[in-house]
């Protein structure tokens, strides 16, 4: 099974970009404009990574990756 990275954006160009990147990789990217929505995955599906921007409008990076280490301990956030 693919690893599941995922990327938490709110340029919807950067995200489609990535997909457009990481199409023939071994990976799922899971890309998401909304940091709030992209949280209530994680712990329901595993993501080893995420990856996100630190100025978002709705949440900035860094509290994203608090709040998605509380529910996902393991996940490493870049």
């Not at 993501?47 to 393991?74: C, I, Q, W, Y």
Request: net charge negative; proline share 6%; aromatic share 8%.
């Amino acid at each position: 099974m693919p690893i599941s990275i995922m990327d938490v954006d709110d340029s919807a160009r950067l995200l489609e970009s990535l997909k457009w990147i990481f199409a023939d990789e071994p990976y799922c990217i899971y890309t998401f404009d909304n940091p709030l929505e992209s949280l209530s995955l994680i712990g329901a599906t595993e993501f080893p990574v995420v990856v996100t921007e630190h100025s978002m409008r709705k949440m900035d990076g860094l509290e994203f990756l608090k709040k998605a280490r509380e529910r996902s301990p393991n996940t490493v956030g870049i």
